[in-house]
């Protein structure tokens, strides 16, 4: 029952068995191109939360507003059909990045959130009947949780009930593909999942489970935090939607890519109708619109579409595979060097598995105190952290942590420097 899209592993899997090592870091040089870090003393450790920006992207902000100004797909003037033709290009360069067969499969939303909220919105208020179900984490980001609880109240408030099953997460943070496959029935209609998770650092592709998918069940994949640190390949995941947030992946903030695979195109209708969507309605009932106008009503963020496109050449100039064994180099080193440190207590994730790497997000607790004290002293000492519950529902069953997240402007210097700070707090308190 499997379609033409489910591919062998994509890959960064493919070198999952190798270790990482110094000699994966990019150059510790690549930290010059990136203005916010140039003259500062603080480490900056939470790329899961936004990255920062290189001088190229800032640049491509500046210079839109700088130079011939003007709306895009509005005008026949030179100034607004520029631009038109190159928000076109990076829609088609954001579809070869990420491995969607046409062009027309990349919808720009306002961020990761708003496409997750697009799917449940665009496909999931026409196309689920009554009694039919969504597979979710409840461990997830709340993005990929609350859209599916706000649907249901929605049908349900229409007289449609539909059911949301939750499936467990593996002591290695990933979905457990064994209660998935027991779980799922014949009304399951969407199986929503991490690519790799916010907290845990956790990589899921359901390898195991994909081609065990009926066709009628739908996947979407939240790629928050894999877009722009590991290589996507959407076809390869068997994607049939996949959210990304453009501000991490070197791109301006209030930008995102939404994914909708072709064969999901009839089944949408608009979001957010306004301007763009009116040329691409019929008037005889909102169903059969031309993507991807049909879900990008109004005024775009510009600026940021564009810094996105420049973001990727950025990317594309390093290489996927390089970032990627990049933070696994960072990663493995980090998890090594707070296991010797009295006290800690790590989250699900990469810690938890025989190899010591992982893809750049680690989470941990210290004996004696508290995540948000020990994000405060730790920034004290210049080292800029993620504490919390890092927006996991508060029932997700993980206790308040600091999550370290890196990149490519991240060195081992900053990691062995962090492990010692840790590890002199760890003896203070004890």
Request: with cysteine; hydrophobic share 45%.
């Amino acid at each position: 029952m499997g379609s033409p899209l489910r591919r062998p592993e994509y890959p960064v899997l493919a070198a999952e068995a190798a270790a990482s090592s110094a000699s994966d870091l990019l150059p510790a040089s690549v930290r010059t191109s990136f203005p916010a870090l140039a003259d500062t003393a603080e480490t900056y450790l939470d790329s899961a939360a936004t990255t920062q920006k290189p001088r190229a992207v800032v640049e491509t902000v500046r210079d839109y507003h700088a130079v011939a100004t003007a709306n895009a797909a509005r005008g026949t003037y030179p100034w607004s059909t520029a631009l038109t033709q190159r928000i076109a290009a990076v829609r088609a360069r954001a579809a070869q990045f990420l491995g969607a067969a046409h062009p027309d499969e990349i919808v720009f939303t306002g961020g990761a959130t708003a496409a997750l909220n697009a799917v449940a919105l665009s496909w999931g208020l026409t196309a689920l009947r009554d009694g039919d179900e969504i597979m979710y984490s409840p461990r997830d980001h709340v993005a990929n949780i609350a859209p599916w609880l706000l649907l249901r109240d929605t049908l349900g408030r229409f007289g449609r009930r539909i059911e949301l099953v939750p499936y467990r997460v593996t002591a290695a943070g990933r979905a457990d593909t064994t209660d998935i496959a027991g779980k799922l029935s014949p009304r399951t209609r969407l199986l929503t999942v991490t690519h790799l998770h916010h907290v845990y650092g956790a990589l899921n592709t359901l390898a195991e489970l994909r081609d065990r998918l009926p066709e009628r069940v739908l996947l979407c994949v939240d790629c928050s935090q894999s877009g722009g640190h590991i290589p996507v390949d959407v076809a390869a995941l068997g994607a049939d939607f996949a959210a990304f947030a453009a501000h991490k992946m070197f791109a301006a903030p209030g930008t995102g890519i939404l994914y909708c695979r072709r064969r999901t195109h009839t089944e949408l209708r608009p979001f957010l109708p306004g301007g763009t969507t009116d040329a691409v309605l019929t008037a005889a009932g909102f169903d059969s619109g031309v993507m991807p106008g049909l879900l990008e009503g109004g005024t775009p963020n510009i600026p940021g579409i564009l810094s996105l496109g420049t973001a990727l050449e950025v990317l594309d100039s390093y290489g996927m595979s390089a970032v990627a064994a990049h933070n696994r180099a960072l990663t493995g080193r980090l998890i090594r060097g707070l296991r010797a440190v009295p006290g800690v207590d790590f989250l699900p994730g990469p810690a938890h598995e025989r190899r010591d790497d992982g893809y750049g997000i680690v989470s941990f607790t210290l004996a004696g105190i508290s995540a948000a004290d020990l994000g405060f002293i730790l920034a004290e000492y210049g080292f800029l952290v993620r504490t919390g519950a890092h927006c996991v529902p508060t029932d997700g069953g993980d206790p308040e942590s600091v999550r370290v997240s890196t990149h490519i402007y991240t060195c081992l210097d900053d990691i062995d420097r962090f492990v010692d700070c840790v590890r002199t707090l760890a003896e203070e308190l004890q």
